[in-house]
């Protein structure tokens, strides 16, 4: 009589590849590799982002994000053959470790190429891509093109789910990673009335060029309020030594000004009101109830081709979500020192004008949805590859 044999049960391991390109999309991406193992601790994830993601990664991941980080047209171009490189190493990567999906998070000028190329090349790789690029603000026409690339697209705001649906793509609506991020960070620090909070933006050029303008605000405001005190949010330590450097150069009023580092969300609830880079952070100041001035510089040539495709009447997230002006917006040309000093003074001095921005924003939290969307996020995902299992 033979003897029994336990039989072998053999358990797939699905493998995902994640391309993030910034670090806010890195800190995006860590959180959804983060809720996508609390699912299934056999996930296999390589791919390319930033530090936080490859310390998830289980496989073969490139850490780019230094010099995948840039900003505007002229900053592009000027880095073409680098970004044509990275571009065919991706393919030629993911061909190779043959994943069952690839997740591209945000990034879109890279990442919708990347899925318009493997959708012919790889057409059986299910393709998600997580915080739905603004294509509504820039280029409506290219949804339908979008349906046929994507698989799945996990919307950040509420009204993109049916926008993309209506041409076919499977889209969830997530909610705001935001919400879940803050959720950790909040406090009940008392805000300081003679405090202000400067937010230049993550990249060397966006300091470069709003900077100055902040400095220039601060040291009109000590002329008249001598009291003020200016905490500047460095992005990095790099950031922090090029921010100290300009202020060693501003003479002995700068000794009211201070600079910090990964201290932003502190700041923006200890300080009575900001100037702030338009980006992820204006949204994240609304959720915490900062009252705020928009400002904004790129190239002349970045500025004007963006104005001849952007179709919306204003470039901060809390504007565009109210269809409405809720903060001040100084772009370009309009961000000059006198306009943005005026603005914060009545921000600071007008109380009817700061209960009205703060009940604004309250109302565009609400929006955002509920904390929660990476695992959301992750649910949708491991759905979409349960659902149709990839044949090999």
């Given at each position: 009589?033979?003897?029994?044999?336990?039989?072998?049960?053999?358990?797939?391991?699905?493998?995902?590849?994640?391309?993030?390109?910034?670090?806010?999309?890195?800190?995006?991406?860590?959180?959804?590799?983060?809720?996508?193992?609390?699912?299934?601790?056999?996930?296999?994830?390589?791919?390319?982002?930033?530090?936080?993601?490859?310390?998830?990664?289980?496989?073969?991941?490139?850490?780019?994000?230094?010099?995948?980080?840039?900003?505007?047209?002229?900053?592009?171009?000027?880095?073409?053959?680098?970004?044509?490189?990275?571009?065919?190493?991706?393919?030629?990567?993911?061909a190779a470790q043959s994943p069952d999906a690839l997740v591209l998070i945000d990034y879109p000028g890279f990442n919708l190429r990347l899925?318009?190329?493997?959708?012919?090349?790889?057409?059986?790789?299910?393709?998600?891509?997580?915080?739905?690029?603004?294509?509504?603000?820039?280029?409506?026409?290219?949804?339908?093109?979008?349906?046929?690339?994507?698989?799945?697209?996990?919307?950040?705001?509420?009204?993109?789910?049916?926008?993309?649906?209506?041409?076919?793509?499977?889209?969830?609506?997530?909610?705001?990673?935001?919400?879940?991020?803050?959720?950790?960070?909040?406090?009940?620090?008392?805000?300081?009335?003679?405090?202000?909070?400067?937010?230049?933006?993550?990249?060397?050029?966006?300091?470069?060029?709003?900077?100055?303008?902040?400095?220039?605000?601060?040291?009109?405001?000590?002329?008249?309020?001598?009291?003020?005190?200016?905490?500047?949010?460095?992005?990095?330590?790099?950031?922090?030594?090029?921010?100290?450097?300009?202020?060693?150069?501003?003479?002995?009023?700068?000794?009211?000004?201070?600079?910090?580092?990964?201290?932003?969300?502190?700041?923006?609830?200890?300080?009575?009101?900001?100037?702030?880079?338009?980006?992820?952070?204006?949204?994240?100041?609304?959720?915490?109830?900062?009252?705020?001035?928009?400002?904004?510089?790129?190239?002349?040539?970045?500025?004007?081709?963006?104005?001849?495709?952007?179709?919306?009447?204003?470039?901060?997230?809390?504007?565009?979500?109210?269809?409405?002006?809720?903060?001040?917006?100084?772009?370009?040309?309009?961000?000059?020192?006198?306009?943005?000093?005026?603005?914060?003074?009545?921000?600071?001095?007008?109380?009817?004008?700061?209960?009205?921005?703060?009940?604004?924003?309250?109302?565009?939290?609400?929006?955002?949805?509920?904390?929660?969307?990476?695992?959301?996020?992750?649910?949708?995902?491991?759905?979409?590859?349960?659902?149709?299992?990839?044949?090999?």
């Amino acid at each position: 009589m033979l003897p029994h044999v336990r039989p072998t049960i053999c358990i797939a391991t699905m493998t995902l590849y994640f391309v993030a390109g910034e670090a806010s999309g890195d800190t995006h991406g860590a959180s959804l590799m983060t809720a996508l193992r609390e699912h299934d601790p056999n996930l296999l994830f390589l791919g390319r982002g930033g530090p936080r993601m490859r310390e998830l990664a289980t496989g073969s991941f490139v850490d780019w994000s230094e010099s995948s980080s840039v900003l505007g047209l002229w900053e592009v171009l000027k880095q073409y053959g680098y970004f044509r490189q990275q571009f065919h190493a991706t393919i030629q990567q993911i061909a190779a470790q043959s994943p069952d999906a690839l997740v591209l998070i945000d990034y879109p000028g890279f990442n919708l190429r990347l899925a318009r190329a493997l959708r012919s090349r790889l057409p059986r790789l299910k393709i998600v891509y997580y915080i739905s690029p603004q294509v509504w603000a820039w280029n409506r026409r290219r949804i339908p093109h979008m349906a046929k690339w994507l698989d799945l697209m996990l919307c950040i705001f509420p009204f993109e789910e049916n926008l993309y649906k209506q041409s076919g793509l499977r889209a969830v609506f997530v909610g705001h990673p935001l919400i879940e991020e803050l959720r950790s960070k909040r406090s009940d620090v008392a805000r300081d009335p003679q405090l202000i909070g400067f937010f230049p933006g993550s990249r060397p050029r966006e300091v470069a060029r709003l900077l100055p303008l902040m400095l220039e605000v601060a040291k009109e405001l000590l002329g008249t309020r001598s009291g003020l005190r200016f905490e500047v949010a460095a992005a990095s330590h790099q950031l922090a030594r090029t921010i100290s450097n300009m202020l060693s150069q501003s003479g002995a009023w700068a000794d009211a000004v201070c600079v910090t580092v990964g201290e932003a969300t502190s700041l923006m609830q200890r300080a009575s009101a900001g100037v702030i880079a338009s980006g992820t952070a204006t949204l994240e100041a609304a959720c915490l109830r900062l009252p705020f001035v928009l400002v904004y510089k790129v190239s002349w040539l970045t500025y004007v081709a963006a104005r001849l495709v952007i179709n919306v009447k204003h470039l901060g997230m809390p504007n565009v979500l109210a269809n409405k002006e809720v903060v001040p917006e100084f772009v370009q040309h309009r961000a000059t020192t006198g306009a943005v000093r005026t603005a914060l003074e009545q921000i600071l001095d007008d109380c009817q004008t700061r209960s009205v921005m703060l009940a604004e924003f309250d109302r565009l939290v609400q929006q955002l949805g509920e904390a929660g969307s990476s695992g959301k996020a992750a649910a949708a995902i491991l759905s979409l590859l349960n659902a149709q299992p990839r044949s090999h």
